[in-house]
């Protein structure tokens, strides 16, 4: 298959809300109408991230089509006894359309994404994955750590993903 990596624009807000959307649903994480809330809030921050800079991202095509996408944060950090870097990367938003998957997509957005990330000095990047991509991430040298979260609004259902993730 052939592909060509292009940068995100603004004017590919749509692409990268419509990606994050599908992403959740093929996860099946949350309702339709929670996904819906989470759409409109994102195109918000996402046109406002990528106006400033804060969100790079890349697009995968082939034959003039869209077929996946991926996006990177430069997010605030707080110092550790490990790095005293005040901006990490972030990466999210990995989605590739289910007709080009398995293909190597996500690790060659992946990988282009971690350059940029160098390019920028950062000294590390984060991810959340999905139990079906861990396998990539971890053989990009990506590990596991520690990070747990407490549910404190009652509105907010435990996604069935979180389950036997240790």
Not at 31 to 39: F, K, L
Request: glycine residues 8%; proline residues 4%; aromatic residues 8%.
């Amino acid at each position: 298959m052939d592909f060509t990596l292009r940068p995100s624009t603004l004017s590919d807000l749509e692409l990268h809300v419509q990606h994050r959307v599908v992403m959740f649903a093929d996860m099946d994480y949350g309702d339709e109408a929670g996904r819906e809330r989470m759409a409109t809030t994102f195109r918000d921050r996402l046109r406002t991230w990528l106006s400033t800079g804060e969100v790079c991202g890349v697009l995968a095509e082939s034959d003039d089509q869209v077929v996946a996408g991926a996006l990177l944060q430069f997010k605030e950090a707080l110092p550790n006894p490990l790095s005293t870097q005040a901006v990490r990367g972030y990466l999210f938003n990995v989605f590739t359309d289910p007709t080009y998957r398995g293909r190597g997509l996500a690790r060659t957005m992946t990988t282009a994404l971690v350059e940029v990330a160098k390019a920028h000095g950062i000294g590390m990047v984060e991810l959340h994955a999905s139990k079906h991509a861990e396998a990539l991430y971890r053989s990009m040298g990506f590990e596991p750590t520690p990070e747990f979260r407490l549910i404190l609004d009652e509105s907010i259902q435990k996604p069935g993903q979180w389950t036997d993730r240790r």
